[in-house]
């Protein structure tokens, strides 16, 4: 899922400027999950403008702002109040906003910080487990991401800091060469921390990002 929070108010009012009349835009799947972007927010959003002086002149909550067609044909279908406004302002992540921006002629106005991929913990509580480096070593660790957890990114760890099983940055924390080995150790497979793991291919996080995958 992707984890998002609300920009504070100021800088959105400031990232609207002239504009006084706004649409509004959420986003029902990860935006209503992280509470950024969904029914609840958009009303909250609603109330705040209306007393900053805006005009709202409409809002929707779309099903998955990431998808460019249906964000499309959805504000289509919302016809006069967003042609009659000057801003649409986007309560989801960024791929949700540049839907958004290739539907209208418009202004798009980006109302949340998008931070990364996450896993939930439980509601409310998101963390960073992959950081979509296009290369998956999973297969060799155990299903732990040492390029993500790992402070130092180490492929073939754990580094020389570690002390008794805990990380060398985060003493809170057990080191992620230490977690890898223990399950692998279980499972007793040990082909995996005999076989050194390359350098990473970087080219495949080349930016400006231009990956496409079609199935
Ligand atoms: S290695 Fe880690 S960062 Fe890369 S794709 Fe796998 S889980 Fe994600
Ligand atoms: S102690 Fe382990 S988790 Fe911490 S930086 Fe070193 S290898 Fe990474």
Not at 1 to 11: D, L, T, W
Not at 31 to 52: D, S
Not at 90 to 118: P, Y
Not at 178 to 185: A, D, N, V
């Amino acid at each position: 899922m992707i984890v998002s929070k609300q920009k504070p108010f100021a800088e959105i009012l400031a990232a609207l400027g002239e504009a006084g009349r706004i649409f509004l835009v959420g986003c029902a799947k990860c935006a209503t999950v992280c509470k950024a972007g969904g029914e609840e927010q958009i009303w909250q959003m609603q109330e705040l403008l209306a007393a900053a002086g805006k005009e709202v002149t409409g809002s929707i909550v779309i099903d998955e702002a990431c998808h460019l067609l249906r964000v499309q044909r959805d504000l289509r279908g919302k016809g006069e109040p967003v042609r009659h406004a000057e801003a649409l302002l986007v309560l989801a992540c960024g791929a949700g906003v540049q839907s958004v921006s290739a539907a209208v002629e418009q202004r798009t106005v980006a109302g949340l910080d998008t931070l990364f991929l996450g896993n939930i913990r439980r509601f409310g509580h998101f963390e960073q487990r992959c950081s979509l480096c296009g290369e998956c070593l999973l297969n060799e660790t155990a299903g732990i991401c040492p390029v993500t957890v790992c402070p130092k990114g180490m492929l073939n760890g754990p580094c020389g800091g570690m002390d008794e099983g805990k990380c060398e940055v985060n003493a809170e924390a057990e080191c992620v060469w230490s977690q890898i080995y223990s399950r692998l150790k279980a499972r007793g497979e040990f082909a995996p921390l005999i076989r050194t793991t390359p350098a990473k291919d970087f080219s495949k996080m080349r930016k400006p990002g231009s990956l496409k995958l079609e199935r």
